[in-house]
């Protein structure tokens, strides 16, 4: 029997399956999906803080010059300088400004509402009193001034007269002070919210792919796995992607892959658990059972997580862990898959009744049990000559035996996803898909 494979040239639209590029190795680059991340996740945040700030109320500010005149000799002004900033901003002076102004305020609300600024070695400092209410502003600012001369005075009269600092020690410049309203621009928020939110995702998908790189490019795969780089085509479940047009071009590139050798059996494997990959060995069923008319037998062999066997809902029926274990026979579990079986990225693949025949991955998927029987063999040689057999095949390297499975392809599919699959677990896998590999392999690159 031919395969549709051979005739699929007519099929092929352009543009859509991308032969290998040679692409230069970009240092510290992300993949499509996570610069995706990082640029929603930027201006997500940055339109969060520009909310919040737009919510904020104002901030009112009071401000008072002091002067400090404690005598001619500049180093005692600066001593006594640094000596007010101390004291402003101290709990001590903010008890007091409670005290005398009777202010229905705490000790600590007080004190972080007051600050100083002054020029290094300047006897002028402003002292500032902020607040998001007004009134709280001026109530604690009028204060600040009286209960810092209350505390010098209470002190320089417990010592002798020849001993006090020559005064007056400080003065209030002005007559009344400053008032002023401070608000965050907007677009500082928008900035700051912009450089956080995409700094945080970057740097962690920078140490993730530092720790654990991911294939991003056909150049990844070229160093990683020493194989033909066949295809690159849009992950079916990706936005805009169009199954029909991907699919032909990977049946051209396993086209081009056996030089027009029959194909009955097509492996796909991969190097994770492979979601992208179940829905493209499912895609190739039916688009092959739809233009050529061929039957076609789908196996599900990822017998460790059956990610196609969920995929179209048959996680409850009996499948490929049965027939390895000697407790049905294939044609007996082959099922016959619907168009409300179908996921939604797969709409418009609908087939005839009949033409695509499934075989889960089974219930009893029991390791003990594999080891006892595990021929796959047996399994294949009972849909030959009825159907082409395609299999999304498990992880490589697993724990379910693949040696038989490979051995027994007419040609393998090894795919892996940019952004998405290690290039440790990639050349893993090369390595296992050289060494047991009967017949043709290439490498499908998925765009994420």
Known sequence: MSTPMARSNEMVVAGVGEPAVDERRR???????????????????AALVVGLISVQPPIYQTTRSVIVLSGANPNDNEVLARALESIITSPGLAAEIKR????????????????????????????????????KSELVSAQVVPALRDVFDANQREIP???????????????????????VPLWF?????????????????LYRNLRKPVVSSAQDVTEAIDLPILVKVPALSGRG????????????????????????????????????????????????????GQPVALVDADLEHGVLTDLVGADDVAGLAECLSGQLESNAALLTLTDTQLPKALDGLDVPPGMVRFLGAGVDRSRNMLRMRSSFNA??????????????????PGPVPTSQLLSLADATLMVVAEGQTSLTDARSAGDTLKSFSGGSAGVVVLRR
């Open 189 to 205: 928020g928008a900035v700051f919210g912009a450089l956080i939110g995409g700094l945080v995702p970057y740097l962690f998908f």
């Open 379 to 396: 399994v294949l040689d009972g849909m030959a000559g009825r159907y082409v057999v395609i299999v999304n095949g498990p992880k490589v």
């Open 241 to 292: 992607s169009n199954a029909q047009d991907a699919v032909s071009s990977v049946i051209a590139a396993v086209e081009r892959l056996s030089l027009n050798e029959p194909i009955h059996r097509l492996v796909l494997v991969g190097a994770d658990d492979g979601p992208d990959r179940a829905q493209l060995a499912l895609a190739l069923s039916l688009v092959i059972a739809r233009s050529f």
């Open 27 to 45: 240092s510290l680059r992300l993949s499509k999906v996570q610069a995706l991340v990082v640029v929603l996740s930027s201006v997500v945040l």
């Open 100 to 135: 005398r102004g009777e202010l229905d305020m705490s000790i600590d609300e007080i004190k972080g509402m007051i600050s100083v600024s002054r020029d290094p070695l300047s006897p002028f400092m402003a002292v500032i009193s902020s607040s998001p209410s007004q009134e």
């Open 161 to 183: 007269v020849e001993q006090r600092i020559p005064g007056p020690i400080f003065q209030e410049i002005y007559a009344f002070p400053l008032q002023q309203t401070t608000t």
